[in-house]
């Protein structure tokens, strides 16, 4: 699946896609959607949206995530689909195994504590 049309890009200063508003599931309310395709809170302005996506940002994509039951985390996205790797780092030789999800993120890729 790809970014749905009635998503509405937003972008930081720099021109990064940090997220979307959807204005279109839960009129009149806005829903800010983070990088991940996943909805935050919905809220009821524009501004809120904005404040709710820059407050998500984009540094909980380095975070650790859990699929299948192992440890994984974003190797790369974007707005088809999503690579996870159990590798720890970037670094030559460790390879890890690598899994291709869908986008948006479904409920089998969680955020870990």
Same mark, same amino acid.
């Given at each position: 699946m790809?970014?749905? $049309?009635?998503?509405?890009?937003?972008a930081r200063e720099d021109g990064e @896609?940090?997220?979307w508003i959807d204005m279109q599931t839960a009129?009149?309310?806005l829903i800010p959607i983070d990088r991940l395709g996943r !909805?935050?809170?919905?809220v009821s302005e524009w !501004? $809120?949206?904005e404040?709710?996506?820059?407050?998500?940002? +984009?540094?909980?994509?380095?975070n650790r995530f859990r699929f299948e039951g192992r440890t994984v985390?974003?190797?790369?996205?974007?707005?088809?689909?999503? @690579?996870?790797?159990?590798?720890?780092?970037?670094? @030559?030789g460790d390879v890890g195994e690598e899994y291709v999800l869908d986008f !948006?993120?479904?409920?089998? +890729? @969680?955020?870990?504590?």
């Open positions: 790809a970014v749905p $049309d009635h998503w509405i890009p937003y @896609v940090i997220g009129t009149p309310d !909805p935050l809170s919905a !501004p $809120d949206a404040d709710a996506l820059e407050r998500r940002g +984009l540094r909980f994509l380095m985390r974003i190797r790369s996205l974007d707005d088809h689909r999503i @690579v996870v790797t159990t590798a720890a780092s970037d670094a @030559v !948006p993120a479904g409920p089998e +890729l @969680v955020e870990s504590p």
